[in-house]
């Protein structure tokens, strides 16, 4: 227990907007290894409050657990529907915010006090942490991973939203975009802090590693892994790519991993186009493992987005000395050079194809030595966790 066996250690609370939970265990897995990888120096305690439809005749449900010395509080709670839309609304922001408050207090009582509030995605998280910072003197730091300020979503509008979370991000003792580009974006939307720190996000380096040296294929593995939001990562337009591909050359197959809102349509999709079962092979969603062993098992990685900030997929790519063929959309560009992989334009269905069928041809010349040692240089456990715990402890310091 935290309270117990560490009391010199700085606590740090998350309040993540996104966590893994019972409904989906991947929602927001990158927030859960930031913390994974900050306790390693300090104690990280988790509060992850979550609307739940399923509850019927209890208000909540409270769920503990500790996974990888990481102690979370899940609180699941039912949102009030009079029918009355504006006064549904208010009922349910109040609800979040006292089931939040509740959460702290039992985190205060197991774990004692926080010395530091760490926010993951904005606004409202960063609303309670600034309250916390008001009454109880807790300073509190933010990370963004939302590409919702980026020209190329837009998404982040209107009046009030954006006067709260400038309060917001004014008064936090540090602000930690995943990505420059996205520190950019945020500025951009007049979003000023005095201590912006990029920290990207961390990869399990045990979990993705090189494959043994193999022998020479005949038939060349391309990966795609995403969420199947056709809108965001352009899948239609590798499939279009992969069968154009194939009717000059056999040498090659997709394996597409993953799940989403347009799952079964790409299916469909790929049947049409006559690649399903050929040349394109859906795998559904691999997790942990299971994922691990198909990266390291293919030659390379392709993804097409339209807009990403740094996705979790390419930095397991690189721990599995993989590279990768990318849009030069968010902040990809940051961590892909010519030793990684190559760059694309968005949506250039032409450019892709010239960029598959250059590494098809040439993918041996990327040392997956370098490519591990990159990763280890920048997502490492402890690379993040040294850089998370230094932000903290200016925090508290301050």
Known sequence: MHKENNKERLHVLYLPRWYPHKYDPMHGLFIERHGIAASAYCNVSV???????NLKDQKFHIDESWKNKLPAIRIYYKNINTGIIPLDKLINIYRFFSFNQKGIRIIRRKYGKPDVIHVHVLTRH???????????????????????????????KGLFRKVLTRIVIKHASAVMPVTENLKNAMVMHGLRNKNYVVIPNVVNMEMFQPAAPKETRDIKRIIHISCFDNNQKNISGILRVIQKLSA?????CCD??????????????????????RFVFFHGLKENEALADMI???????????????????????????????????GIKEHLNKNLGILIRPNDEEQLYSGIKKMLDNNKQYEKTRIRQYAEEHFSNEVIGKRLFLVYQQAKQA
Request: no cysteine; aromatic share 16%; net charge negative.
């Open 296 to 330: 390291k098992q293919s030659d390379f990685m392709v993804m097409f987005s339209n807009y990403e900030n740094l996705p979790v997929v390419l930095l397991e790519s690189y721990a599995s000395g993989i590279p990768v063929i990318s849009t030069d959309v968010g």
């Open 256 to 277: 597409m991993i993953g799940e989403g809102i347009d799952f079964e349509w790409l299916i469909g999709y790929g049947k049409e186009l006559d690649i399903k079962d």
């Open 47 to 53: 509060l992850y409050v979550h609307p739940d439809e």
């Open 126 to 156: 960063g609303l309670i942490a600034l309250l916390y910072k008001i009454f109880y003197h807790i300073p509190y730091v933010i990370t963004e991973h939302w590409t919702r300020y980026l020209p190329s979503v837009n998404t982040f």
């Open 248 to 252: 000059e050359r056999q040498d090659f």
